[in-house]
């Protein structure tokens, strides 16, 4: 194997053990991997997405979960004249009959 790419592994994995233990301190009842927490951290660095939607993205998801499970969650992302990029999460749920009709819940307006 190449020293190079054995040095870098090596460094990654005592850099991921350092994270998860930060991660266990910071929030040692947590239910969630840690190992999904650092993935999502290391795409919101790699990608530079504003991290400012994953939390409409989830009550999004959870909304529609509580609420029988049945939709669409659907994400709008815009790309406005000035260069921004605009974001906006849009809840269709499906509802029972007896509940009413389907429901349109718009999450947020903009997010650069």
Known sequence: MNPDLEDYNTQLSINNQKMEGLLKAMFPDLQVSYDDIYGILTYLEQTQVNAEILPEVIRGIHNLMIGGGE????????????GRTTVRVTILEKRNPVMGKITQEDIRGKIV
């Open 71 to 82: 939709g669409q969650l659907i994400i709008h992302v815009n790309s406005e004249p000035d």
